[in-house]
């Protein structure tokens, strides 16, 4: 046993005492949550517009049909639009898509990590899109009604009365969503950035020991996921307070 714990102490000081390697996991792990971080707002600002515009189309399709507008043709193209990007953005890896963005979109740029943030806040908003549509989808009419009542055009009814409640309905899904994202970044690497398991590849391919730099990787990983689940479900907690 004594051995095996002396084994286990000397694989440690070599895979980050040793040259300092734990500051490449330190690094790692700022470059994730810098790229999963920018790429949240991102796919909340495309999902936001997306779902508007889908939920748009979805809520006035009849009526705007009985009076065929320049209007309509307009938000029947958008909606076409959206619909193409969600169609082409969630059916395909977001590893593909985030090399397609680093070798062929932005190939004459070499900040992968703006490429990065860019790539999976596309990807992002695509699901966020989803979430936000189902949430704008599931509330009532009269809701529309009460802010036309109040004077409001359709865009302040969505902006003062309908955004507000569906972010409350909605909140929790899309914190699993940010937690799904913080998984996903974990092919970066992929790109040249140094994220958290793009270092503990490095480590392991200058030690030439696979055990210690992965299982701290995925432990750290566990971590974060561990404590965001916990907040959501805090909020989540709170939020059926507030209902009550």
């Not at 440690?12 to 792990?29: A, H, K, P, T, Y």
């Not at 809520?59 to 959206?82: D, T, W």
């Not at 699901?127 to 004077?151: H, K, P, T």
Request: charged content about 15%.
């Amino acid at each position: 046993m004594a051995t095996y714990f002396a084994e286990l102490k000397n694989d440690f000081i070599l895979n980050f005492i040793d040259e300092g390697r734990w500051r490449w996991l330190w690094e790692g792990l700022g470059n994730t949550l810098i790229i999963t971080f920018v790429a949240l707002l991102m796919g909340l600002a495309i999902g936001i517009v997306i779902a508007a515009v889908r939920s748009t189309f979805d809520k006035n399709r009849e009526s705007m049909e009985m009076h065929k507008g320049f209007g309509y043709y307009v938000l029947k193209l958008s909606n076409a639009i959206c619909h193409l990007y969600l169609t082409v953005i969630r059916g395909t890896p977001v590893v593909v898509q985030l090399l397609i963005m680093y070798f062929i979109v932005f190939a004459t740029s070499r900040d992968s990590l703006m490429v990065a943030m860019i790539a999976f806040g596309i990807n992002s908003g695509a699901y966020v899109a989803e979430i936000l549509r189902g949430g704008i989808m599931s509330i009532d009419n009269g809701q529309f009604e009460a802010g036309r009542s109040l004077g409001f055009n359709y865009i302040q009814t969505m902006i003062y009365i309908i955004i507000p409640q569906v972010f409350k309905n909605v909140l929790p899904v899309l914190c699993n969503e940010f937690i799904v994202l913080l998984k996903e970044t974990s092919v970066a690497g992929y790109v040249g950035i140094v994220d958290l398991t793009k270092a503990g590849d490095l480590i392991r391919g200058r030690t030439f020991s696979a055990f210690m730099p992965l299982i701290a990787v995925a432990l750290i990983y566990l971590i974060m996921v561990v404590i965001l689940t916990a907040l959501v479900g805090v909020l989540e907690r709170r939020l059926r307070k507030n209902e009550r």
